[in-house]
Nanobody, 123 residues
Framework: VQLQASGGGLVQAGDSLRLSCAVSRRTSSNNGMGWFRQAPGKEREFVAVIDWNGGGSVYADSVKSRFTISRDNAKGILYLQMNSLKPEDTAKYYC?????????????????WGQGTQVTVSS
């Protein structure tokens, strides 16, 4: 299974970005998926996760009400709509496929990871 994340870039505070993650195999439609991020010198943290059927979305407190996770199982794509971006959102964002149908907020619950896409927010 390969995951290809895209949509990152350099934006100003307050701007929006939409990240996409294309999954090479449709088996992901039976699995939870998630977005995680890692900033330089910091540990990886969960951003948002979603269950196999699009329900059960959970967001980190730091992004709640600004970010929206969604998925299109027919296309095999996971999305992360990011609004009102802040400099502290600067990180490399990774998409991942969970080990089961439910999505976990722990990275240990994920079996496949993408290569990441860089998001940089300037003040």
């Amino acid at each position: 299974v390969q995951l290809q994340a895209s949509g990152g870039g350099l934006v100003q505070a307050g701007d929006s970005l939409r990240l996409s993650c294309a999954v090479s195999r449709r088996t992901s439609s039976n699995n939870g998926m998630g977005w995680f991020r890692q900033a330089p010198g910091k540990e990886r943290e969960f951003v948002a996760v979603i269950d196999w059927n699009g329900g059960g979305s959970v967001y980190a407190d730091s992004v709640k009400s600004r970010f929206t996770i969604s998925r299109d199982n027919a296309k095999g794509i996971l999305y992360l709509q990011m609004n009102s971006l802040k400099p502290e959102d600067t990180a490399k964002y990774y998409c991942a496929v969970a080990r089961g149908a439910r999505a976990s907020t722990s990275g240990d619950g994920y079996r496949y990871w993408g290569q990441g896409t860089q998001v940089t927010v300037s003040s």
